[in-house]
């Protein structure tokens, strides 16, 4: 068990390098999600505070693992390669070889309303009766709402969510409309979509 202290930490260390956290709802086989500065790829990860703790990690829930020894040392990102071998990376390498060592655009803080909420919350609660773990997205500067992981294909997937209207975006996977009047949802594939980055609206 990591401390609470380490793990608040390595969020701080997470936001100081524009990773973008995402937290679980229920118990998941992984402890966040961490969606990378690009957001087009989200990451299923662990705490552990020793390298030790590597030996607990199934690697086909979880990409890597978060390791910080200490709450005032580096948080260093561990990774399994495709070969089995354990590469252990600063945050600043990670992100340089990901390819994304440029600095992010400057992103525009969303508007998100009572019954947008209150649809995030639906969406969340039909995602968990079908056996879907949701993951929600903590960052009002991020154009997603949830980020879904099924455990039993063990495929992950990024939504944004709307009432009665959602405004598309290409760092979605699917949009969710709730029908404000039966509360009805409706998912729509972004990758059906003719243009993903335009609004869906009910009529």
Excluded: W
Excluded at 27 to 56: C, G, N, Q, W
Excluded at 68 to 90: C, V, W
């Amino acid at each position: 068990m990591v401390d609470v202290l380490i793990r608040a930490s390595i969020l701080v260390d997470l936001r100081a390098n524009h990773f973008f956290v995402c937290f679980p709802i229920i118990t998941a086989p992984f402890d966040i999600v961490v969606l990378m500065p690009d957001m087009k790829t989200p990451l299923r990860v662990h705490f552990i505070s020793t390298t030790e703790a590597l030996e607990t990690i199934d690697f086909t829930h979880a990409d890597g693992a978060l390791l910080k020894r200490t709450p005032d040392s580096e948080t260093m990102f561990i990774q399994q390669t495709a070969t089995g071998k354990i590469e252990i990376l600063t945050l600043p390498e990670f992100v340089q070889q990901a390819s994304m060592a440029d600095t992010p655009k400057i992103l525009r803080r969303r508007y998100v309303s009572r019954v947008d909420e209150a649809a995030v919350a639906s969406v969340a609660r039909n995602l968990i009766a079908r056996g879907v773990h949701p993951f929600i997205v903590q960052s009002n500067y991020v154009p997603l709402d949830l980020v879904a992981y099924d455990p039993q294909a063990k495929a992950i997937a990024r939504l944004r969510v709307g009432s009665g209207i959602v405004q598309g975006t290409s760092a979605a996977d699917y949009l969710v409309i709730q029908n404000p009047q039966n509360r009805q949802l409706q998912y729509f594939d972004c990758h059906t979509l003719y243009q993903p980055s335009l609004a869906i609206q009910l009529r």
